[in-house]
């Protein structure tokens, strides 16, 4: 069958894999032809609640089954899908909600108290409906049981009609939803398959990295070739590294925070390759050091993918081959270990399916996984996407000599300080290879000489907390910072001021809460 649209994907992944594995549920596994039946009857469900087609529909779900069983009614049965990072407020939740006019936003029952309250506080009609795993509301094994009478909706959906809505964090004011058109999701689908080791019946991937976000992308595209999903909740090293051994985990996607907390908390007695053939990642800056340490531990299966909402990964690619040999670079030292921190500091290189280049330093991609605009963001749109098709991503970069792409930083993050443009992200991963630094975020602050001055937060090690603590402890901090940075960048990116803190604050995205961060140094420097 000609595959045009995500509905097309899973009719293929039924009537190909029907006997194989393709969900584990608390009652077990489900396969290809039994989660086509849950979809049925999830869908029915949602069309007795007034979901017709191209509804958008809010997914407020914690990794699970049920969200996944959710996500194939809606895409399958003409429907159109918003999935929210569970760590929203239930007010951001319901201004989503609101925006998309939304009938019915599906959520645990651990939240739809209050769910209900913010919706209606946001004078929004829709209405709650109940999923878990188990317990209380609609599980995979009610939804199996549902008795199906062909009352679920089932249009053709074409490649141009609206198959999902994603959403920014909205850090920066009101959310904004991009389009993904059907075409668009198949376009992405086969862009990653292309890149990843070859997907079968029998593969098996641990979505343990949020479902509503990479994660779930993953785990959606490798169901197209035949490979189940494991969903995890919550993110535990020890977990992790039970689940790939118990389940014959092959598929690992991760965002860098919990690639990083995976691989530090790996002993030597921890050998997770194989069955892992796949560890794709991306969505934030990883260090250098740390990633080299990552592909040291898990040889052979790591690839770096970028993209946006608007632009869906990946959009460039850093491969395994291209990770393991920048790893035992980076153990050689000398020139060998400043090309390698090079390479792995890069987003790899731009894959040959979409169009990519740099207009005054800003990546601009075209292609058919580049969004058609963004939903009643008509004036939006305009700003971002040409009428000939290139979105202008916000991302600052550059290209080294080998064609690798260097991600700077954000257009709106740019520090401006004696009238130099500082790019936070370059100064961060320095300052995040320091000894004894967990995390580092850079901010710029008024300054009366400068404008603005770099300013620098970070998350340090207990022995690091010790070793610097006092009046003492924070010069010494300040010196060995600053001396870092001098060694390899102008001397004008430097710190002016190192605070020590408990936590970066980040949003429900997992992005760093600049804004809130921001706040919080001026009241420390007031």
Known sequence: MAIRTVADQLRHAYAAFGSHPALLTPEGWVTFRE????????????????????A???????????????????????????????????RE???????????????????????????????SSARVLEFADTGGGHTPATLATRSVTGGAPEPAATPDDMAMLMY????????????VTHGG??????????????????????????????????????????????????????????????????????????????????????????PLRAVPYGGSPIAAEALALAAERLPGVLSQFYGLAEA??????????????????????????????????????????????????????RG?????????????????????????????????????????????????????????GEVERVIAGVEGVLDAVVLGLPDDRWGEGVHAAVVLTEPARKQYSGPDGAIALLRTVTEACRSRLAGYKKPLRVHVVDAIPRNAFGKVDRRALRSRLLDAED
């Open 185 to 274: 999701w198949v376009a992405q689908t086969r862009n990653a398959l292309a890149v990843l080791p070859e997907i079968r019946p029998g593969d098996v991937v641990l979505a343990v990295a949020p479902m509503t976000h990479f994660g779930g992308t993953i785990g959606l595209n490798c169901a197209v070739s035949g490979a189940a999903t494991v969903p995890m909740a919550r993110f535990d090293a020890g977990s992790v590294i039970e689940a790939v051994a118990r389940h014959s985990v092959t598929v690992l996607p991760l965002v860098p925070v919990l690639l990083t907390r995976l691989t530090s908390a790996m002993t030597g007695d921890d050998r997770l390759v194989p």
């Open 93 to 123: 939740v319901a201004a989503i909600a609101v925006d998309c006019d939304a009938p019915l936003v599906c959520a645990g029952p651990d939240v739809a108290a209050d769910l209900r309250l913010a919706l209606e506080a946001a004078g």
């Open 35 to 54: 989660l086509e039946l849950v979809a049925r009857g999830a869908a029915e469900l949602l069309a007795d609640e007034g979901a017709a087609k191209d």
């Open 368 to 424: 058919d996984v580049v969004l058609p605009g963004y939903w009643s963001r008509p004036e939006l749109t305009a700003r971002v996407r040409t009428p000939d098709g290139w979105f202008f991503t916000g991302d600052l970069a550059r290209i080294d000599d080998d064609g690798y792409v260097h991600l700077v930083d954000r257009r709106n993050d740019v520090i401006i300080s004696g009238g130099f443009n500082i790019y936070p």
């Open 168 to 179: 920014s964090s909205g850090t920066t004011g009101e959310p904004k939803g991009a389009v």
């Open 56 to 90: 958008r529909i809010v997914l407020y779900l914690e990794n699970s089954a049920v969200l996944r069983v959710l996500e194939h009614a809606i895409l399958g049965f003409g429907m159109v899908r918003v999935a929210l990072s569970s760590r929203l407020h239930p």
């Open 312 to 365: 869906l990964a990946p959009v460039s690619w850093l491969s395994p081959e291209e990770h393991d040999a920048a790893a035992r670079d980076f153990a050689a030292g000398g020139e060998k270990t400043d090309r390698a921190r090079e390479r792995l500091s890069s987003a790899g290189s731009w894959i040959s399916a979409v169009e990519a280049r740099l207009v005054d330093g800003e990546v601009v991609v």
